[in-house]
């Protein structure tokens, strides 16, 4: 399998984008929250039942990186955001139907500029639709070989998904002086 596969799977970019600006109007971007380990570029699209805030609920890791207790599983957040635009839910249950495969988080990820994530690897694979991006946002592969430490790839605003196998170890970096935003679907 590729690190990234770009599917045949489609949406319109624009109403995409247009979703995105709809629901900003609503929840812009959440504020940076050490306490509450919210990065504040993730909006969640998708909640666990019962969620305090349907917003943020999906936003971060699912295991505390200082005990590694688990807070949750990709299964859990089964339900739509109530405000989430009708054009988005049905392309979301398209490509649910389309790979055969269920949907756990599915958040807005925003990456700033001149900023990115060090080298991990993530317990799922995922789907990833881009909305903003430019030639320097760059998705690397780490291969650790002696010569050749990393393959990086940009993914374009095209109206595709990619399938990202993120289970293998990764990374990512925003070059350019704009934010990269991404609609993120984790594969359960």
Known sequence: ??????????????RMLEDLETILTIRPWPA????????????GITH?????????????????????????????FSEFNDQLPEYTR????????????????????RLMPKTGLSIHADVEQRYHFVLKTSPSALFGEYIGEADLAAKCYHMPADGHFYHVDTT?????????????????????
């Open 48 to 76: 666990r039942p019962g969620a305090t805030d349907q917003w943020i609920d999906a936003d971060g890791s699912l295991v505390n990186r200082q005990t590694g207790e688990i807070l949750g599983y990709e299964v859990d």
């Open 90 to 109: 049905t392309v979301l249950e398209g490509l649910k139907t389309d790979q055969s495969s269920k949907l756990g988080r599915v958040r807005y990820m």
């Open 32 to 43: 940076e929250d050490f306490i509450k380990k919210s990065s504040g570029n993730q909006i």
């Open 1 to 14: 399998m590729n690190f990234i596969t770009k599917l045949d799977y489609q949406a319109d970019h624009t």
């Open 168 to 188: 293998r170890p990764h990374f990512v970096y925003n070059g350019s002086f704009e934010p990269r935003i991404h609609l993120v679907i984790c594969k359960v």
